[in-house]
Structure formats: structure tokens, C-alpha cells
């Protein structure tokens, strides 16, 4: 009898560890392999090269610039999504009887394939579309949109908010929805105003929302692909360069499997270290207000 | 009368706000469903075309002599083909495997459990040159297996029906088994029908993301007639540069659907939030 | 229980879907059985996949035995990329068009080619297309060729003749200080309009350098090498000019270099690079644009200190096709069949030239009858057939384009956008060509 429940434990899990070893194990194993080697996908020989791979992919100015995009991606991306987020998760949960279709309105951008939006801002930045004439009638001209390095980050971070706005507001909306009313009954009884109580009672019982939406957030910034792949190819002067539009260069463009899986592999440290320091830092201040 | 005259304006307020975002939200695709009906002298000049014309769609199919047609209702075809193979698997997959993972004792289910949770948080990027290797080695490159069966197992799928299933009291399997019903009996039988809402709306959120998969169905397929929809898009977005009003026209090709989809799954959607948020 | 009903009559569609996706890849897969006996891929632009389709459909009149299946190849995100992948994904076509020397230098070394010479007729076919003469600069170093030369096309400039009449000159510029004449007047006449459009100068894709960078350089050097062997060895005082040529340009808002759409032809600006590939274009979509009347072509524009009397440089797109060493050796002689059938006769290459505008690599191109006719009508190709012998091929390393792709990054694209002097920019961007080519 017990050996037939294990039987078929190991059975009816067989799809995942057939799946595991074939997509995790072997590509793992290879992985550790290639970062040491350099070879070009199609020569039968494979040069051991040791760590020369790292040493270059830490010297390569790309390499350089794609570990600084990220961070330049979130100082537009965290706050708004953030803002937008929040702000559209307690409206959402204040309408009552309509909330379930506006939560399916705001969730619609989300639907949305990075390349066909890339086009729609092309067109919409485009140097002589409705919205450049609406800028040359105001200021007699149109800023570089995609051009310019700072306005090209912020346009892509934009964008991501954009996509991801209405998808957040649904972890705070889950978050808001589980807040027990007592609470704002007991402030509303003490006196507290609306915003009082949004500051001492919604943010505090949030915080478990705002902190997966923060690591969720930051490892999304790491691995950003579409939108400057469609946009900019990683311009101007590398500014909006990422590590995955790096990865795929060097390996399908390049043909550098070694030096790619290399550079994935700094990629992987660099997301590990940050989400670290997010973590770290959403404790320490959880603590520090007294919300955990 | 300054209290109803501050609720008024509160509710004001929102409903601004409301339509303000709504607004945000849906206006690109607006754009881009005016932008390919448009004329060609009029597509990206400005936001509401002055008449409507299926030009771009009529051209889309058949192209010219000096941009030739690329096969785009088959790659519409294959987006299908590839998302809902993908998302029957990993649906079938994930619904078998979280069974047996939460509601069968077995000696290795916990190990297995803490292994999804580290793959879970391993760095996908690190396995996308090997995996493209394996799949070259398996013969699947440039082929639909290739796009479907590394995308066959979701773990993300297999986390959210193992914490589903922990909520089904284990009374009911055990009576059904003692009834003498085998796994599968109780799965296709039991826990399937009870598992409805949670696989609709995990379902919705797996087609979606198969649906606009960019990255890998780029770098597993080189010919034209393999691509999917979305890959053909990016694909074409170079040589096409000049004809902005049929790729406006294959980008709602592309969206409608999935459009669609969300909006008939939406009232499970609503009820599934919690489910799959909290 | 009432859920468990509603399920049952949906459970039907499970099986069904399942059955239906098995169905059409059963059906995908019996059709890739029982492809063709050859695939060739053509190069991306449409009027080649034109031209390889109606030969291929002729050859298998007279040879219902052999089958030869075109497709256009994918840039994704360029053709050679795709190439390289296909090759790596072990999918390669039996042979395909679209390769210049240096990307054939990458894939001999990667022992990816058939060498043509070695197949049956070689030089049969050398002869009955006049190439004894043009081949020897195909040559790779082991002595085998394994490129056949298809086209040569020497790349020029557009100008706008209305516009430059408009504004009181006879004709285009000579030297960059004339351009430069041109577009100051052009900005005082016309504040929104711009000399050239060209966002792909702030674009790093390799090939892109051929129609900014290396049209120039080529004109200002002379034609000095560019790369030899592993070194760089580029005529320095001409690389920077170009730099800072651009770079003043630039400045002076001259250039936009942003997306914009059809600008040569739309009215934005005034001078672009046209290669014959966009006659067949325009044509159909802005039938205004006439030779001496609309628009005329130019050599590039050289420095100032260029002798007046000598003939211009520019730099040359020379591509040829390729026989892949993965196909097997039947789909290798049934394509070769089908190349040597192709251009055993003059009057295909005539009909590539009415197909695509590419001159084709003939060395009887300007005597011959055939051809003579047909130039006579089409007077926007003559100047691209008078420019052939001072046109210089792109540098044929296989590293091309790592190279090219830090060109543009270390060096183009900031001393376009004025982040580093023009000879910071040329002494980074050699610097890191040279690491490149001694990896």
C-alpha cells in the first residue's frame, strides 16, 4: 500500500522531473561548461579559455552599460508604477459595484505585446506625427525623443509602467481588500481623517503588497528585452543598452556562446546582489515605521 | 451642506480620475486600431483618421511587386497553434504534478517541493544558450516543437495548484480511493471540476504571456512560415519601415485576440485576484 | 456537482483542441518531409526573391526531376545573423545569395562552404559570364573560390535638384565645403527642412557603416585599406575627417537624426545615399521623383584639399551566392544545376538588371548589346555603371562585424553626437577595432 502511493507520487510528478532534467539539469550542467570555453555554435572545436570570458565582459563598455541601465530604468519606472499602482488600487476599491470592470480595464494594458505598443509610440514620437505638430505650434520644436539618452530611458521606462501599472494595482487591490474595516472604524472613532488614516492604517497594512511589488519591480528592470530591442537596439550611445539585448547580441548575432553565457551569468549576480539590498532595505524600513 | 457639497466633489474627483486612467490605458490600442484604417497619407499625421479603408489589411495579404506578401494568417496561425499547445501543457502538467505534490504522501515530495522553489528563483538567462543548445540537439530548432515543449512545464502554474490543493480536504480523496477510484479517475473526476476558477484565471495569465513571447520563439525560429504573429512583427518592423499602416494592421491581429480571450475570461478573472495576488 | 456538469460538457473540447494542434503538426511535419529537393534563400530585398522564384519556376519547366524551393531569408535582426543561426541550429538552406566577402570569410573559416570551383563546370560558367577577370578578387586563401559573385553596385549619393535650384545651385556640391554652403543656405531659405536624414547614423549596426562611414572614407582616402590581416591600417586623416565632417554637420543642425518617414522623398531633406535596389520603390510610390529633374546622383563629397580633376572613390556593395557544406551532396549538384543554368545566359542577368536595378558582375556589362538598350532607358543606372572601376569592396575580414559595430559605437555615433572630439573618437574607435582583430 505504501509502496504504491510512493509509486505514484513519483509517477504523477514524472512530466516535471522529465521536464527538469531535460530544460534545467543538462542546460545547467552546459552552462557551467560554456562560460569557460570560447566557441562560435557551429566549429566542431571548443578553446578552453578559463576566465577570460569575465575578465572581457567586465572590461566591455556594453557589458558596463547594461549594468547601469537598470538602475537608470528604475528611478523613472519605481516611482510612477508605484504612484499609478496604488492610486489605482484604492479607486478601484472604492467603487463598489463597478470595481470588477474597472480592474479589467486597468489590467488591459497589460495584454499588450511589447512590439506592437513599440510601434505605437514610434509612430506617436515619430518626427512629423500629430503630436511633434502639437509641439512645433507650442515650442517651434520637438524634443529627440528616442534620441536624447535621458529622454530615450524615460520613454522606455514609461512605457514599462505603463504595462505594469493596472497588473501591480491588483497585489495592492488583493492587499486593500484584506484590510478588516474594524480598524478604520476604531480611527474614524478617534478622529482620524481620511488621509490620517490612509497614512497610519492603508500604507501600514500595504506593506506585504509593497514588498513583492518592489522585488517584482526591481527584477523586472534586469530583464528588460522588447522595448529597446523594437525602440532604440540599445542606443543612443548605449543608454538604454540592457543585459538581455547584450545576451542575445553576443549570442545569436555574435555567435559567442561562451562570452554570452559568461555575461547571463554577471547578469545573475548583479539581480541576485540588488534584490538583496531591496530586501534588506524594505526590512530595515518596515522595522524602522513599525509596519512589520 | 458642506459635507454633501465635499462627498459631490469627491465623487467627481473619481469618476475624473477614472476615466482620466481609463483613458491611459486604452488609448495606444486605440491608436493603433485608428492607425491601421487609416489612409496611407494619413497614418502617424494624425490621431483620427478622416475616413476609414481596409488598404492596409487588403495589402498585409497580398503585398506588391516590390514587397512581396509575408504569410500572415499563418503566422497568425501559428501564434495560435503554439500558445494553445503551450498552455494545454503546462495547464495538464501543472494540474497532475500539483497533485501529486500536495495531496499524495511520497518519500521525495518535499525535496521535490524545496527544488521548484530554488528553480523558481534561478536565473532563466544563465539557461538560454544552453537550451537553445538542447533543443538544436533534439532536432527541434526552427520546428513547433521547439517553441512548445521547453514551454511545455510552467513552475509558476505547478506553485499556484499545489497552494490551491492544500485547500481540499482530504476526506473526499480518501473516500472516493476507498470507493476504489485509481489517481487519475480521482484527478479527471474530483479535484479537476473543483479546480475550475483557479485553472481559468491561470490559464488567462499563461496564454497572455505565451501569446507575446518575443525572445525565445525569436532565437528558435528563422523562417518566415515558422514565425509567430509577434515575431513576424519585429521581424518585418525593419523592412516594412515605410509601411507603417499594415504593420499598425498585423499589430491588431495580433492584440485582438488576446483581447478577446481576456474579455470572455474576465469574470473569472475578477473572482481569481485573489487567488493568484495574494 | 452542478460545476462537475458544466465541466463535462467542456471536457469534450480538451481532447478535441489536443487533437486538432496534433493534427496540423502531424500535417507541418509531413510537409517538411517532403520539401524540396533544394531550398535556396534569396536575400530580403523583395525584387530578389522576385527574380529567384520566376528562375526557379523556369528551371523546373525544363527540369520537372530537380526541385528548387526559394525563400526570402529573415533579417533577424540581421541576414547574416540568421544565416549563422540557421547554420548553428544545424537548418541551413543548400545554398543561399546575399553574402559579401567578409561575411563568406566568416563562414570559410568556420568550414561552413563548398568550394565552387571544385563542382562540374566551374569554368564553363566563368566563361559564358565574362567573369575570368572580375573572379580574382573572390579569391579566398587556401586558392578555392567560394563565393560566386551576383552583383557589384557601387553606392552613390542623392541630391534634390529642385531643391538645390530652388536655392540657386547648378548642381550637388563637390567638397565639404560646399555641402556645407548647401546646407546653410538650405537652413536660411527653408529653417525646417535638413540636409540628410539618417537615423541609422546613431544606429551601431554593423552594415550600416558601409552607407555613412565607408562611402567618405573610401572617396577621402582613395581607397586606402581599411583593415589588412589582423591590423588596422586605415588612412587615419581621412577617418577623422569624416568624423568630424558629420560631427560639424551636426552641430550645426544640419542633420536630423531621428526616425522620420520617406524624408528624401517627402520634402525633409535634401541629400541621402540611394542605392539602384530603391528605383524599382520608387517607382510605384512617388512617381515624381525624376532624374535631372527631381533628383540627381553624386560621388560622395570629398575634402577640400581632394584634386579637382581626379575621379571620385566611393565604396562598393559586392554580394555573391554560397553553397552550404551541411546540405547533402545531391541538394549541393541540384542546386549548382540550377545556378549554372541561371547564368549560362546573358539574358537572365538582363532580367536580374530589370528586376532589382543590381548591376550584375559581367565583364561585358558596358559593351554588350544586351545590356546597352536597357541602360539607355533606364538613364538613373548609368551613373552606377560609370562608377564600377572606382569602387572599393568592403574589407573582407570575418571579424567585420564586431568591427564595424565598435566603429560606429566608439567612434561614429559619439563624434555624430559631439560627446568626443573626431580624433578621440577615430584614436577609441581604432583602439577597439585592433583589440577586436587580435582576439
Known amino acids: ?292 | 451642506m458642506g459635507v454633501r457639497r465635499a462627498r459631490a466633489l469627491r465623487a467627481v474627483g473619481k469618476a475624473i480620475l477614472l476615466i482620466v486612467g481609463l483613458a491611459v490605458s486604452i488609448f495606444p490600442y486605440a491608436y493603433m486600431v485608428l492607425q491601421s484604417l487609416a489612409p496611407w497619407s494619413e497614418v502617424n499625421r494624425s490621431i483620427v483618421p478622416t475616413q476609414l479603408t481596409v488598404r492596409s489589411y487588403d495589402w498585409l495579404l497580398h503585398g506588391s511587386a516590390i514587397a512581396l506578401a509575408r504569410p500572415w494568417l499563418r503566422a497568425f496561425g501559428n501564434s495560435a497553434l503554439v500558445t494553445s499547445a503551450s498552455t494545454l501543457l503546462m495547464l495538464a502538467s501543472a494540474l497532475v504534478v500539483g497533485y501529486a505534490l500536495s495531496r499524495l504522501r511520497w518519500r521525495g515530495r518535499d525535496v521535490v517541493n524545496q527544488v521548484i522553489l530554488f528553480q523558481m528563483f534561478y536565473p532563466a538567462i544563465i539557461l538560454l544558450v544552453p537550451t537553445f543548445l538542447v533543443v538544436r540537439q533534439l532536432g527541434m530548432y526552427d520546428t513547433y516543437w521547439g517553441m512548445i515543449v521547453p514551454k511545455a512545464v510552467n513552475l509558476w502554474a505547478i506553485f499556484m495548484y499545489v497552494s490551491f490543493f492544500k485547500s481540499i480536504p482530504q476526506e473526499v480523496l480518501e473516500a472516493a480511493r476507498i470507493d476504489g477510484a485509481g489517481e487519475l479517475r480521482i484527478i479527471s473526476r474530483i479535484v479537476l471540476p473543483m479546480s475550475i476558477p483557479i485553472t481559468a484565471v491561470v490559464g488567462l495569465f499563461l496564454f497572455m504571456e505565451r501569446w507575446s513571447e518575443l525572445l525565445w520563439d525569436l532565437i528558435v525560429v528563422k523562417e518566415y512560415r515558422m514565425m509567430t504573429l509577434n515575431v513576424l512583427i519585429a521581424t518585418m518592423s525593419g523592412p516594412y519601415a515605410t509601411y507603417p499602416g499594415p504593420l499598425y494592421a498585423a499589430s491588431t491581429l495580433l492584440t485582438l485576440p488576446i483581447v478577446l480571450v481576456f474579455v470572455a475570461a474576465s469574470r473569472y478573472f475578477t473572482r481569481g485576484i485573489q487567488l493568484v495576488f495574494k | 456537482m452542478r460545476l462537475a456538469r458544466r465541466w463535462s460538457s467542456r471536457a469534450a473540447a480538451w481532447p478535441a483542441m489536443v487533437a486538432v494542434a496534433a493534427a496540423v503538426m502531424v500535417a507541418l511535419a509531413v510537409e517538411g518531409a517532403l520539401a524540396a529537393s533544394a531550398t535556396f534563400w534569396s536575400a530580403p530585398n523583395p525584387t530578389q526573391e522576385i527574380f529567384w522564384r520566376d528562375m526557379a519556376k523556369a528551371f523546373m519547366a525544363e527540369h520537372p526531376d530537380v526541385k528548387i524551393d526559394v525563400r526570402a531569408m529573415a533579417e533577424s535582426p540581421t541576414s547574416e545573423a540568421t544565416i549563422l543561426t540557421a547554420i548553428a541550429g544545424k537548418t541551413a538552406p543548400t545554398g543561399s545569395e546575399n553574402i559579401f566577402m567578409g561575411f563568406g570569410a566568416q563562414l570559410y573559416e568556420s568550414k561552413a562552404l563548398v568550394p565552387l570551383d571544385t563542382l562540374p563546370g566551374w569554368n564553363e560558367l566563368l566563361k559564358s559570364r565574362r567573369m575570368e577577370e572580375a573572379i580574382q578578387g573572390w579569391k579566398f586563401p587556401d586558392g578555392h573560390y567560394y563565393v560566386l559573385p551576383i552583383y557589384s553596385n557601387a553606392m552613390l549619393f542623392g541630391w534634390r535638384l529642385d531643391t538645390l535650384k530652388e536655392l540657386g545651385f547648378q548642381g550637388p556640391p563637390r567638397t565639404y565645403d560646399g555641402v556645407f554652403g548647401v546646407a546653410r543656405r538650405l537652413k536660411q531659405a527653408k529653417p525646417r527642412m535638413f540636409l540628410m536624414a539618417r537615423a541609422e547614423l546613431l544606429d551601431t549596426t554593423w552594415w550600416q557603416r558601409w552607407f555613412d562611414f565607408f562611402m567618405l572614407y573610401d572617396a577621402a582616402s582613395d581607397g586606402h585599406p581599411f583593415v589588412t590581416g589582423q591590423e588596422v591600417t586605415a588612412d587615419s586623416e581621412a577617418a577623422v575627417g569624416v568624423f568630424k565632417f558629420y560631427q560639424d554637420l551636426n552641430k550645426e543642425r544640419f542633420l536630423l537624426t531621428r526616425p522620420s518617414t520617406d524624408p528624401f522623398l517627402t520634402g525633409v531633406s535634401i541629400w541621402s545615399d540611394v542605392g539602384p535596389w530603391t528605383f524599382p520603390d520608387w517607382k510605384q510610390r512617388f512617381p515624381e521623383m525624376k532624374l535631372g529633374q527631381t533628383f540627381t546622383l553624386a560621388p560622395p563629397p570629398v575634402p577640400d584639399r581632394y584634386p579637382a580633376d581626379k575621379p571620385i572613390r566611393t565604396f562598393a556593395d559586392a554580394k555573391g551566392l554560397v553553397i552550404y557544406a551541411q546540405a547533402p551532396k545531391e541538394q549541393q549538384l541540384a542546386l549548382w544545376q540550377f545556378i549554372r543554368w541561371v547564368f549560362s545566359k546573358p539574358d537572365n542577368d538582363l532580367k536580374w538588371l530589370q528586376a532589382t536595378s543590381l548591376p550584375p558582375v559581367r565583364g561585358d556589362l558596358g559593351v554588350s548589346p544586351t545590356f546597352a538598350a536597357y541602360f539607355k532607358e533606364h538613364p538613373e543606372l548609368v551613373p552606377y555603371a560609370e562608377e564600377l572601376p572606382y569602387a572599393v569592396p568592403p574589407f573582407a575580414n570575418s571579424r567585420f562585424s564586431d568591427v564595424q559595430t565598435a566603429l560606429g559605437e566608439a567612434g561614429l555615433v559619439p563624434a555624430v553626437r559631439g560627446t568626443k572630439t573626431p580624433e578621440k573618437a577615430w584614436q577609441d574607435a581604432k583602439a577597439a577595432m585592433e583589440a577586436i582583430l587580435k582576439r
Open chain 1, 1 to 292: 500500500m505504501r509502496r504504491r502511493e510512493e509509486m505514484r507520487g513519483w509517477l504523477l510528478a514524472s512530466p516535471y522531473l522529465l521536464f527538469s532534467l531535460i530544460f534545467f539539469v543538462v542546460p545547467f550542467a552546459w552552462a557551467a561548461v560554456l562560460v569557460f570555453t570560447r566557441w562560435d555554435l557551429i566549429s566542431p572545436q571548443r578553446h578552453w579559455v578559463g576566465l577570460a570570458n569575465f575578465a572581457e565582459a567586465l572590461a566591455s563598455p556594453r557589458v558596463q552599460a547594461a549594468f547601469w541601465t537598470p538602475f537608470k530604468f528604475m528611478a523613472i519606472f519605481l516611482p510612477t508604477v508605484l504612484v499609478a499602482a496604488i492610486a489605482i488600487a484604492l479607486l478601484v476599491n472604492s467603487l463598489g459595484r463597478w470595481s470588477g470592470l474597472a480592474a479589467v480595464g486597468f489590467f488591459m494594458p497589460y495584454l499588450a505585446s511589447g512590439v506592437a505598443m513599440a510601434l505605437v509610440v514610434q509612430g506617436i514620437l515619430s518626427y512629423n506625427s500629430p503630436v511633434s505638430d502639437v509641439f512645433f505650434r507650442l515650442f517651434g520644436d520637438v524634443p529627440d525623443w528616442l534620441g536624447v539618452p535621458a529622454l530615450a530611458i524615460t520613454v522606455i521606462a514609461l512605457m514599462i509602467a505603463w504595462k505594469f501599472s493596472g497588473y501591480y494595482a491588483l497585489i495592492f487591490l488583493a492587499g486593500l481588500q484584506s484590510i478588516p474595516r474594524e480598524l478604520y472604524e476604531a480611527a474614524a472613532i478617534d478622529g482620524a481623517g481620511q488621509w490620517t488614516s490612509f497614512w497610519r492604517i492603508t500604507l501600514p497594512q500595504l506593506y506585504p503588497a509593497l514588498y513583492s511589488v518592489m522585488i517584482l519591480a526591481v527584477g523586472l528592470m534586469f530583464g528588460i528585452f522588447t522595448e529597446p530591442y523594437m525602440l532604440t537596439g540599445g542606443g543612443p550611445d548605449l543608454a538604454t543598452h540592457t543585459w538581455y539585448l547584450e545576451i542575445y547580441y553576443q549570442a545569436f548575432s555574435a555567435l559567442r556562446a561562451g562570452y554570452a553565457s559568461a555575461v547571463a551569468v554577471l547578469n545573475a549576480v548583479a539581480v541576485f546582489l540588488v534584490l538583496t539590498v531591496v530586501r534588506r532595505l524594505m526590512e530595515w524600513w518596515g522595522r524602522a515605521t513599525g509596519w512589520v
